[in-house]
């Protein structure tokens, strides 16, 4: 039996589901939002699964203005604050290649970031390193996340985040995502980006096209 055999009257039980659920969102206010933060690396460093932690299940998957790239925004709450979550597509470098990483930088030079957050693999700090020269120098507000901790421990890596933190004047976290280490340290920093805002300076860098 299909709708329109139904003996129940369907407009009057449609009326009724629709208003018990505009009733049930109606007086709920938009949350505000006290900052924004954005995740940048190459693929495959943990971006999506830090993007998760942070920001839980709620998320906003949609495709980038003109392109098929997917772009997830969520929404973080550290201490009271709510902050901003964009999970950007994998991007080698701020020259961009690929249609993600046209993306990535045009999202990193059109919206404005008290963080971003540049998520590198511990495995191979020297090959992601000049990523993060490159967000600097553009004048991004940069934290360096150093993930997968867990597998450069079982590598015997020892990676001295003090003294990187020295040379490079940014905050660097030692993590592992996967395993909710470092996620604290990560928001406490974050935190500090709220009451210290970095205004970007991008003007040396044209939106690529
Ligand atoms: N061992 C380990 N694996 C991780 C960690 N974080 C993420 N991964 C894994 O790395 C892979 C890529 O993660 P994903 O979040 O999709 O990377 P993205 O491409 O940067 O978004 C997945 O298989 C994750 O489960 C971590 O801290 N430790
Ligand atoms: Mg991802």
């Known amino acids: 039996m299909n709708c329109h055999q139904c003996q129940k009257n369907c407009k009057t039980s449609k009326r009724a589901w629709w208003q018990r659920l505009t009733r049930k969102h109606r007086g709920k206010q938009v949350p505000k939002i006290d900052g924004n933060i954005a995740l940048v690396g190459t693929p495959n460093v943990g971006k999506s699964v830090l993007f998760h932690k942070l920001t839980g299940i709620y998320v906003d ?7 098929t790239v997917e772009v997830s925004r969520g929404v973080t709450k550290i201490k009271g604050h709510q902050i901003g979550v964009v999970d950007t597509p994998g991007m080698y470098s701020l020259v961009p290649i690929s249609e993600e990483e046209k993306v990535a930088r045009n999202l990193l030079l059109q919206e404005s970031f008290n963080a971003v957050i540049h998520v ?8 992601m390193l000049p990523l993060t020269f490159q967000l600097m120098e553009a004048g991004l507000p940069v934290v360096l996340a ?3 901790m867990d597998e450069a421990d079982n590598l015997g890596l020892k990676i ?6 020295t040379e ?3 905050p660097v976290i030692l993590m592992s995502a ?10 406490q920093t974050l935190l500090q980006c709220l009451s ?3 205004e970007a300076i991008l003007a040396n860098l ?4």
């Not at 001295?160 to 933190?165: N, R, V, W």
């Open 146 to 148: 150093i993930n997968m």
């Open 160 to 165: 001295h985040s003090e003294a990187l933190e």
């Open 206 to 209: 044209e939106v690529a096209r």
């Open 61 to 67: 998957v949609s495709n980038y203005p003109g392109t």
């Open 120 to 127: 590198i693999d511990a495995k191979n700090l020297g090959r």
């Open 168 to 170: 490079l004047g940014i």
């Open 178 to 187: 996967a395993l909710n280490r470092g996620i604290r340290e990560l928001k």
């Open 196 to 198: 210290s805002p970095t």
